[in-house]
Nanobody, 117 residues
């Protein structure tokens, strides 16, 4: 089993920035991909970004150029730097861990990000 704990969500004005962090514990050896999904009210959960153990990244098109995912394998953490935030980025952001790349096998509890003036 893998446990994921997110931090860093909150309220930010449009155009602002936030940095999300996720710490993994447990059977880390089984994990390759880590990343973030998000779910807005009334919408399906969607991929934000993911990164493999060797640093290969994958972004949703709408996040490219604004969001940056990074990973520290020594600390078992993954981070999401979000810049130029828009109201439509408002959602619950979930950390995920995958035994492959993008297929979630483990989820964090989620952290709320609200972009509003």
């Amino acid at each position: 089993q893998v446990q994921l704990v997110e931090s860093g969500g909150g309220l930010v004005q449009p155009g602002g920035s936030l940095r999300l962090s996720c710490a993994a514990s447990g059977s880390i050896f089984s994990i390759n991909g880590m990343g973030w999904y998000r779910q807005a009210p009334g919408k399906e959960r969607e991929l934000v970004a993911a990164i493999t153990r060797n640093g290969i990244t994958n972004y949703a098109d709408s996040m490219k150029g604004r969001f940056t995912i990074s990973r520290d394998n020594a600390k078992n953490t993954v981070h999401l730097q979000m810049n130029s935030l828009k109201p439509e980025d408002t959602a619950v952001y979930y950390c995920m861990a995958s035994r492959y790349v993008l297929t979630p096998h483990y989820w964090g509890q989620g952290t709320q990000v609200t972009v509003s003036s």
